[in-house]
């Protein structure tokens, strides 16, 4: 794979987005040949010594209250940062902060937000900078909306087949929130599509081979680097063979250890070998290798001795959001949730929401590191390999901004390769399933009805383009329905398209999960002509072999609908292929 994996960005990259490498980025004996010498009393994070000294000089100088701190993560839910997290970074030094989805539409407010959390972390004594952390995925998950772009998504790159569709979807999407001051990116995701069933994975997937998946995640984790965004492998050991959403519950996913080694594993294997700076771990349960109920998460089995002891992993490890039930059900409580998470190996422990200071996540375990001195150590090592990582990356003369420039975010958000890059990403990835009348050419006055969710404009906007001539009336008709229903709402949803289907001759319908998929499947019995636009996981329509023609496009992207619609109008021979057995 390395081989293959090198050879391929060689030749792609002309050398130009290579100027800083993992190895320099994040290694972790940086500096050490450097000649040591003593540390004054009042130096911090920014003086020059050799990154290892310098990190063993901080630990020693830093109070429980301050290691602590270090390796907790936490979210603020308005459009800026709260009073109460300001305090935990100015008052605490708080170590790191997520951007999350709920708070990112006005671009020059998030870069604004991180700049004043930025300044409060470097006006304390030590002035250790925040790691800013968020879900930049590309597909499905995108936290930081705005105008950064609307990406064809994993399964997309796994459909297109190629390793350097990975790299530059990294880079492109890394380079965007880099700019806002976004430093750590919770991406890529490589569990395996195991479960078809699955509503939480899904298109977040490269798919279901474990060789493919790992080569592709490591193109995806080298791009990221090139971009100067710290990726982080997700969700260890693996999410991908299980229908549950552990925000819910604690899904329970029934292999064993031998299963999950050959399968599961293989890419974090592959990704760790690449020097994968960061893995996070999911709130997972496996009762066949660990009997007692226990979260992957919690579980000093799955992260000390599989994780560091036996695959050699040397980066950071962080808890998936520790507000999950998957979490929280299994520990009893928040506080002994995050406690077990320090002890099992994690270094850095997220909340989605901000702990009030008095919370018992912060008392109880600030009071354990008093009564316990291996659970102070636990910190401690903890906060050294955060320091260290921190170090080294914000050094590297290739990190965001500490304090992002607002007046040129509009040159780097959209960017500019990047949406010439995902349009030709997204062609690549159409997969013909059933070819159909494609390439297909409406006659004049043909009666089209176009079906889809009305939560994708770009698929209306699209079709309108290429079909509006062809009514006699100047407009193609629209059926419109929610993406997300009941099973009532869907029943009555494809009573009424199948009675409308009567009255024209092509139906073009857009369909993204399983209520999309029982709406359009009420058109069997039409008689009429039915393309299928599959977005997102195409499970819910393989087996809908009775429709004319059937295309997979994995994201309701801009760029996928655009692609979607010029193969359907035979512009381009679609060349994906279903990343899935």
Not at 464 to 470: E, I, K, P, Q, S
């Amino acid at each position: 794979m390395k081989g293959l994996l090198a050879r391929t960005i060689q030749f792609f990259s002309a050398g130009r987005f290579f100027a800083l490498t993992a190895t320099v980025i994040f290694s972790l004996t940086a500096g050490t040949a450097s000649a040591q010498k003593a540390i004054p009393e009042n130096a911090d994070f920014w003086s020059n010594y050799p990154a290892e000294q310098l990190a063993d000089f901080l630990v020693s100088k830093m109070t429980d209250e301050e290691l602590l701190s270090q390796i907790l993560m936490f979210g603020w839910a308005g459009a800026e940062p709260s009073e109460l997290l300001n305090q935990w970074v100015l008052d605490r030094g708080l170590g790191s902060v997520k951007v999350f989805g709920w708070n990112t539409e006005d671009l020059v407010q998030v870069a604004k937000s991180v700049t004043a959390l930025q300044q409060k972390s470097q006006s304390r004594r030590l002035r250790i900078p925040l790691f800013v952390a968020t879900d930049q995925e590309g597909g499905w998950i995108r936290h930081v909306k705005g105008e950064t772009a609307m990406t064809p998504g994993n399964m997309a790159i796994g459909a297109s087949g190629y390793p350097i569709d990975a790299y530059y979807s990294g880079f492109y999407i890394n380079r965007e929130i880099k700019a806002l001051g976004i430093n750590m990116n919770f991406a890529p995701t490589v569990d395996l599509y195991t479960n078809h069933n699955s509503s939480v994975i899904g298109p977040r997937s490269f798919g279901e081979d474990a060789e493919y998946v790992g080569e592709l995640g490591a193109a995806f984790v080298a791009g990221s680097l090139a971009a100067g965004v710290i990726p982080t492998a997700k969700h260890f050991p693996g999410h991908g063979d299980t229908s549950l959403d552990s925000h819910g519950n604690l899904p329970q996913i029934n292999v064993d250890y031998n299963t999950l080694e050959n399968r599961e594993l293989i890419p974090f294997k592959y990704l760790i070998a690449e020097k994968v700076p960061a893995i996070m771990s999911g709130h997972l349960g496996f009762p066949k290798i660990i009997a007692n109920g226990e979260p992957a998460s919690l579980s000093k089995t799955f992260l000390t001795d599989i994780l560091r002891n036996q695959l050699h992993y040397e980066g950071l490890i962080i808890t998936d959001d520790m507000m999950m039930n998957g979490a929280t059900m299994y520990a009893g409580s928040l506080s002994n949730a995050f406690k077990l998470a320090i002890e099992a190996g994690n270094d850095i422990v997220i909340s989605s929401t901000t702990a009030k200071l008095d919370e018992n996540l912060w008392t109880l375990n600030l009071s354990e590191m008093s009564r316990s001195t291996f659970f102070k150590q636990t910190v401690q090592k903890a906060a050294r390999r955060v320091i260290l990582y921190k170090l080294n990356y914000f050094k590297s003369g290739n990190a965001a901004p500490l304090y992002p420039d607002v007046a040129t975010i509009n040159q780097h958000i959209p960017d500019r390769e990047g949406q010439q890059f995902f349009l030709t990403q997204a062609c690549r990835s159409i997969t013909m399933y059933k070819k159909g009348s494609v390439p297909y050419r409406p006659r004049q006055g043909e009666r089209i009805l176009l079906a889809g969710p009305k939560d994708f404009p770009a698929y209306f906007s699209e079709a309108h383009r290429l079909y509006d001539r062809f009514s006699t009336d100047g407009k193609t008709a629209e059926f419109k329905y929610d993406y997300e229903m009941g099973p009532i709402q869907a029943d009555w949803m494809g009573n009424n398209i199948e009675r409308m289907a009567l009255n024209y001759d092509t139906i073009i319908i857009c369909t993204a999960n399983e209520r999309n998929a029982s709406v359009a499947a009420r058109l069997v019995k039409t008689g009429k002509r039915v393309i299928i636009l599959s977005v997102l996981s195409p499970v819910p329509v393989m087996n809908f072999t009775w429709a004319d023609t059937i295309l997979f496009g994995y994201s309701y992207s801009p760029y996928t609908f655009k692609a979607l619609f010029s193969a359907l109008n035979g512009e381009f021979e679609p060349q994906g292929i279903l990343p899935l057995k």
